[in-house]
């Protein structure tokens, strides 16, 4: 009994070691590398400020990579923060992903090398700038900036602080979108003379929904949801997403929340991400702008965006642009279908034709932002492309605000002989939220 007592005490402790040595090595494996993970040196460590149903979108997109790591995610709101720990957590299968409810807290982290903004408009910029300050290189939902003075202010901070930064307009890496783009260059659609963009029919809202009890800080912190935008009374409906619409809360009179992606695209087809119109006057369902070299750009406000839509092709999908040429057109949208005249160029894009991507994923625009914080090269959407692009949408619906025809000196970044519009191109932030 003592001889078999001590063999199978001897077995144990060989199979304790065994596995103790091959657990040591799968550890030591993921931190080299191996295995098909990325070395440790080499995993970008993600945190995350804001978490609703976009953000949530984006991660989802993120997790799978290999080279990431999420790590930290901040949110004003106690059940927020809780569904986007349990998402980061069964992904890693562990329980390390860290909350906060102050994202001031996240930035303070050494460790963290890059941030994932996803909180609503009012935050992007002042968010992104304090990330950036804070040496976190940034990936910004859009509209970027929530006023023309914060874009340029947004640009500049990158810049100064020689952060990478991704604008989270995704459409400029979906393989559609590309395809007409370098249709619209290519001269085959003759000379462009016409960029039309799909937007939302801008509208203002100042009232403020009935007044409701605040409720604990842990469970909701009202005071930074609102944050940079003046103070008004909690209401339950403002947390749960139904902030848009809301002057105080959402970019450019509603007019950026597609206005960012389709002028953006318009921007690069014309090869104007360097400027922008120079002209922008409100019509009836559309405002008209021109750019210095007499490009017309046309903002189609749409009532019904995900309805139908009059004079677009149905079966595109949302977010819809035409890019429009002296011998024929080309227009695209989120479906990843592209329709093209004459019919003989219809050949050239089949095997784009034939991918069908999504213009709402993020999956190739992350990746380039991620591959970007390793090289430090220009992302393909930087803060140079969104400023342009940005102030565009924001002088087209002042334009709309005024109903008036504005003129606008691209260099300065200022409207010609209109201190009205120009008094329009920032707002007062709120003690002690400004950046």
């Given at each position: 009994?003592r001889?078999?007592?001590?063999?199978?005490t001897?077995?144990?402790?060989?199979?304790?070691?065994g596995?103790?040595?091959?657990?040591?090595?799968f550890?030591?494996?993921?931190?080299?590398?191996?295995?098909?993970?990325?070395?440790?040196?080499?995993?970008?460590?993600?945190?995350v400020?804001?978490?609703?149903?976009?953000?949530?979108?984006?991660?989802r997109g993120i997790?799978?990579?290999r080279?990431?790591q999420?790590?930290?995610?901040?949110?004003?709101?106690?059940?927020?923060?809780d569904?986007?720990?349990?998402?980061?957590?069964?992904?890693?299968?562990?329980?390390?992903?860290?909350?906060?409810?102050?994202?001031?807290?996240l930035?303070?982290?050494?460790?963290?090398?890059?941030?994932?903004?996803?909180?609503?408009?009012?935050?992007?910029?002042?968010?992104?700038?304090?990330?950036a300050k804070?040496?976190?290189?940034?990936?910004?939902?859009?509209?970027?900036?929530?006023?023309i003075?914060?874009?340029q202010?947004?640009?500049?901070?990158?810049?100064q602080?020689?952060?990478?930064?991704?604008a989270?307009t995704?459409?400029?890496?979906?393989?559609?979108f590309?395809?007409?783009?370098?249709?619209?260059?290519?001269?085959?659609?003759g000379?462009?003379h016409?960029?039309?963009?799909?937007?939302?029919?801008?509208?203002?809202?100042?009232?403020?929904?009935?007044?409701?009890?605040?409720?604990?800080?842990?469970?909701?912190?009202?005071?930074?949801?609102?944050?940079p935008?003046?103070w008004?009374p909690y209401?339950?409906?403002?947390v749960?997403?139904?902030w848009?619409?809301?002057?105080?809360?959402?970019?450019?009179?509603?007019?950026?929340?597609?206005?960012?992606?389709?002028?953006d695209?318009?921007?690069?087809?014309?090869?104007?991400?360097?400027?922008?119109?120079?002209?922008?006057e409100?019509?009836?369902?559309?405002?008209?702008a021109?750019?210095?070299?007499?490009?017309?750009?046309?903002?189609d406000c749409?009532k019904?965006?995900?309805?139908?839509?009059?004079?677009?092709?149905?079966?595109?999908?949302?977010?819809?642009v035409?890019f429009?040429?002296?011998e024929?057109?080309?227009e695209?949208?989120d479906s990843?279908?592209?329709?093209?005249?004459p019919?003989?160029?219809?050949?050239?894009?089949?095997?784009?034709?034939?991918?069908?991507?999504?213009?709402?994923?993020?999956a190739?625009?992350?990746?380039n932002?991620?591959?970007?914080?390793?090289?430090?090269?220009?992302?393909?959407?930087n803060?140079?492309?969104?400023?342009?692009s940005?102030i565009?949408?924001?002088?087209?619906?002042?334009?709309?605000v005024l109903n008036?025809?504005?003129?606008?000196d691209?260099a300065?970044e200022?409207?010609?002989?209109d201190?009205?519009?120009?008094?329009?191109?920032?707002?007062?932030?709120?003690?002690?939220?400004?950046v």
């Open positions: 009994m001889k078999t007592s001590q063999t199978v001897r077995r144990s402790l060989l199979k304790s070691a596995a103790a040595a091959a657990a040591a090595w550890v030591r494996g993921k931190s080299l590398g191996l295995a098909g993970e990325a070395a440790a040196s080499e995993r970008i460590t993600l945190g400020i804001g978490i609703g149903p976009r953000a949530t979108y984006d991660l997790l799978p990579k080279d990431v999420c790590v930290a995610i901040a949110d004003v709101q106690a059940s927020r923060r569904a986007g720990k349990k998402l980061v957590d069964e992904a890693y299968g562990n329980s390390d992903c860290k909350l906060y409810r102050d994202f001031r807290e930035l303070a982290r050494p460790d963290i090398d890059a941030v994932l903004i996803g909180t609503g408009d009012r935050w992007h910029a002042p968010a992104s700038m304090l990330a804070a040496g976190k290189d940034v990936y910004s939902e859009k509209p970027c900036g929530l006023t003075g914060l874009c202010a947004l640009d500049d901070t990158i810049t602080t020689k952060r990478v930064f991704q989270g995704q459409r400029r890496s979906v393989a559609n590309q395809a007409a783009i370098r249709l619209a260059q290519s001269g085959k659609l000379k462009i016409t960029l039309v963009a799909s937007v939302y029919t801008p509208s203002i809202d100042t009232q403020w929904l009935p007044g409701e009890p605040t409720p604990p800080r842990d469970v909701v912190d009202w005071d930074m949801w609102l944050g935008a003046p008004r209401n339950q409906k403002y749960s997403g139904g848009r619409g809301y002057w105080d809360f959402e970019s450019g009179a509603r007019l950026l929340d597609w206005g960012a992606h389709t002028v695209l318009c921007q690069w087809a014309n090869g104007a991400d360097d400027t922008m119109p120079i002209e922008y409100p019509g009836e369902n559309k405002i008209t021109v750019y210095p070299n007499g490009v017309k750009l046309v903002l749409l019904t965006p995900f309805g139908e839509r009059t004079g677009w092709v149905q079966s595109l999908g949302t977010c819809p035409r429009i040429g002296e024929g057109w080309v695209t949208g990843g279908g592209i329709e093209v005249q019919e003989s160029l219809k050949k050239e894009l089949e095997g784009v034709m034939s991918k069908r991507e999504n213009g709402l994923d993020v190739t625009h992350s990746q932002f991620f591959d970007c914080v390793k090289s430090r090269a220009l992302t393909a959407a803060s140079h492309v969104m400023r342009h940005h565009a949408c924001h002088a087209a619906a002042l334009s709309w008036r025809k504005l003129k606008f691209p300065k200022e409207f010609i002989d201190d009205e519009a120009n008094g329009l191109r920032t707002r007062p932030a709120r003690t002690p939220w400004s």
